[in-house]
């Protein structure tokens, strides 16, 4: 019996499966070879990976090093700063001498800072600074801070057709870090100034010393008189020999004035003994026309007056009795007793009454 014949493209189709199927022996190299390869390549890759990762990590770390750096310590350079030391004495007129408070001197300081310690030593602590005037109203933002610009722009220049605004030494040669202000006035008011203030301040030429910054520095707001306002101001303390129109609430040449004028009470030292003698005869004698208030803001300002250490005694029932004790003005301080003093708030009552005699 005859075998049937395959049709030709059978056997053709049949070989081709074969040939595209790949051997086992095939698959197995190719595995093997793609496990050398990625042995091969997989510490590269890591080596890469990891070198990445770490440059961006350094970055990133350096990033926030220098921000917190910047919010915590905004520079490292060093920075200086000048202070006053003292405070201004109140009221300022024109052309009288700018002092510290009690008549002083006013001085500045430079400081380092960051300690707040003066700068003793270096070119820097024998610097020259200037003094200048500035708005009142310049604050400088809420910590204080400014740059030079800001402090130059509120520089106040003296007013068209007038003399420079300060007057006498403006610059001032620190010694040790310490300046010291000598004579310095004032040649106009302040009424003309957008504040109705002026401040002091100091500064260096361009705000920098050797290309280090050097924080300028400023004093409270203040206003500037006219002299002639001098003339009528009130003193702080008074003085005994003040005429009495130096105390608060007493015009000169008004009607308290001419009141107490007519009574013989020229000065604070005659306006204190009628107080402490007889205080209802001076309080009829300045009348209704002062009020209570007004009473007892003049009484207040008289008794700042300072009387001195001297003491007088006054023996009413002879020497071998008890005497009083009494200051220029007449105020009673004690009383003697057998040779001690007994000050008069521990008198008796009836001991007070020595008092009137």
Not at 35 to 47: F, G, I
């Amino acid at each position: 019996m005859a075998q049937k014949r395959q049709p030709e493209g059978g056997k053709a189709g049949s070989d081709e499966k074969r040939q595209k199927l790949p051997s086992f022996r095939a698959i197995v190299e190719k595995a093997i070879q793609l496990d050398q390869l990625q042995k091969l390549l997989e510490p590269l890759v890591r080596k890469v990976v990891k070198e990445e990762v770490e440059s961006a990590l350094a970055n990133h770390l350096a990033s926030m090093t220098q921000q917190c750096g910047k919010q915590i310590f905004p520079s490292t350079s060093r920075t200086l700063q000048l202070q006053f030391n003292n405070k201004l004495s109140l009221p300022i007129f024109t052309g009288s001498r700018i002092e510290g408070e009690d008549c002083s001197v006013i001085t500045i300081a430079l400081v380092d800072a960051l300690t707040g310690q003066v700068v003793v030593s270096g070119p820097e602590s024998s610097m020259k600074v200037e003094i200048v005037v500035l708005e009142g109203d310049f604050e400088g933002g809420e910590e204080e801070s400014w740059t030079y610009e800001e402090f130059r722009s509120n520089i106040v220049r003296e007013r068209e057709g007038k003399r420079l605004l300060l007057t006498g030494e403006a610059l001032v040669e620190l010694n040790k870090g310490i300046g010291m202000i000598g004579e310095l006035s004032f040649t106009d008011n302040s009424s003309w100034t957008r504040s109705r203030k002026f401040r002091l301040g100091a500064k260096v030429v361009d705000g920098y010393f050797s290309g280090t910054r050097v924080r300028e520095a400023r004093t409270e707001p203040f206003m500037v008189k006219d002299h002639r306002g001098e003339l009528y101001k009130k003193h702080y303390p008074p003085s005994l020999w003040d005429e009495v129109w130096r105390l608060e609430k007493i015009g000169k040449d008004g009607a308290f004035h001419k009141r107490l004028s007519s009574e013989n009470i020229n000065t604070v030292k005659d306006f204190l003994t009628l107080l402490f003698m007889d205080a209802t005869r001076l309080r009829n004698i300045l009348g209704s026309g002062m009020s209570a208030k007004m009473w007892e803001g003049t009484v207040e300002h008289a008794r700042t007056c300072t009387i001195g250490d001297q003491l007088h005694v006054y023996h009413p029932n002879g020497p071998t009795k008890p005497g009083v004790v009494f200051t220029v003005v007449g105020q009673v301080v004690g009383l003697i007793s057998e040779q001690h003093l007994i000050a008069f708030d521990d008198l008796s009552d009836n001991e007070k009454k020595l008092k009137w005699l």
